[in-house]
């Protein structure tokens, strides 16, 4: 069967015909070049782009909305390996085989359900939910109206539904215009690979020798370059803190994950700057986590330990750092309750109360496990109150604990 790319300009879009042309020439995912599941580097190589703008998008997507994850796994399971006859999920149901287990497919497909909910439950709720999802699928339509026609398509499938034809790229294969929607057979493409062995003789003095030589690749310095200046960055901001206010660690942080976004924007077009994708990630998570609390980043940094007896203070904070809190020494008045907050946006608070006091605590932690007293907690938006009384007791503490990303530990002393 003959499957064609409508590429004709024209003033309308044909939804339809461009589905369908998708469907038929869908990205395969890449065994080589992978990170994950091949999708980003078969979705590159099927519209000729850097798979690192596709990774950089996946990775937008997840931080500012929650979508990339949802997509990603349905890319696992609807787009076949480069050398499976048919997805995961057709092969679920009998059209084709694929190399990927049955029970790894319904995991997969299980997985999906908690990132759909997910996708909605993020730093802008609903609507980045939705936005990012729209971004990632807009930009997929874009990509095939107008690169249909570029790259190496990945193998067809029927329209009637029936198993997926490969295209041989075996050495010595002839080539078959049995599958061409290009117009070529992808055999006659005389597409020039950077990695590929370059064949040189070697004489010697009694014989000729023929060995293969795989040029060495040039390592891009767009990474390391990007790394310093986010580095002098971060510690020039860190610096000019003190005499300006604004510069909170969440600025700081956002200041320097945009260095490092540009730094992977340049590195897409110069083919370089990998390494600075979870660097990225890691400091977009942390902006967001550090905004999101009550501190907002400007509480300091470094631990901060106390142990008072006589005045106690209306809050213990800290941005970054642990607090260790030791009140079972602080004199208690029976007819007046003690009040303090804890709080740390990243790190650990740790609260020793006396065992002869009555604890009325609140626990709440963004992500990361909480014991408070009597009761425990782990992962993510944890929100525990206790209230612990003993008998005769000195006095009453009334406590409010907050973690941002890291530990809450309340105990007796």
Known sequence: MLVTVNTTKHSGINIESMVADFWATRPRRLRQGRMVAGVAAGIGRR???????????????????????????????????ENDKASAWEAMIGHGASSMSRGFTIFLSIVCVPAFFTMFDGTFGFVGGVFSAAALLGGL???HRHRADMGVPGAPTTTSGGSMTAPS???????STEWDPLGAAPLQWELHDPNEPVTVAVTEPDEDKTVAVRPRRRRSPVGGITMGVA??????????????????????????????????????????????????????????????????GGAGIGDLRAHPTDNLQ????????????????????????????????????????????????????????VRCLTRSADWHDIDLHVTDNVDDAAGTIVLDVHSGAGNIEVTRG
């Open 47 to 81: 519209y000729g782009i850097d798979p690192v703008i596709v990774r950089v998008a996946l990775v937008a997507a997840t931080v500012f909305g929650g979508a990339g994850v949802l997509l990603y796994l349905l890319a696992w399971l609807l787009l076949a390996e």
């Open 141 to 143: 339509f874009l990509l």
């Open 169 to 175: 790229y075996a050495p010595g294969a002839t080539a």
């Open 231 to 296: 580095v002098l960055t971060a510690a020039a901001l860190l610096l000019s803190s003190s005499a300006n206010s604004w510069l909170t660690l969440p600025h700081i942080l956002g200041i320097v994950g945009g260095v490092l976004a540009g730094g992977l924007v340049v590195g897409a077009f110069l083919r370089g700057g990998r390494g600075l994708i979870v660097p990225t990630v890691l400091v977009g998570l942390a902006a967001v986590a550090l905004t999101n609390s009550p501190n907002g």
């Open 314 to 369: 209306p809050s213990y904070t800290r941005s970054i750092g642990d607090v260790r809190l030791d009140l079972t020494d602080l004199k208690l008045d029976k007819e007046k309750p003690a009040h303090t907050t804890v709080s740390v946006d990243a790190g650990v608070a740790r609260v020793i109360v006396p065992a002869d006091a009555n604890v009325d605590v609140t626990c709440t932690s963004n992500v990361g496990p």
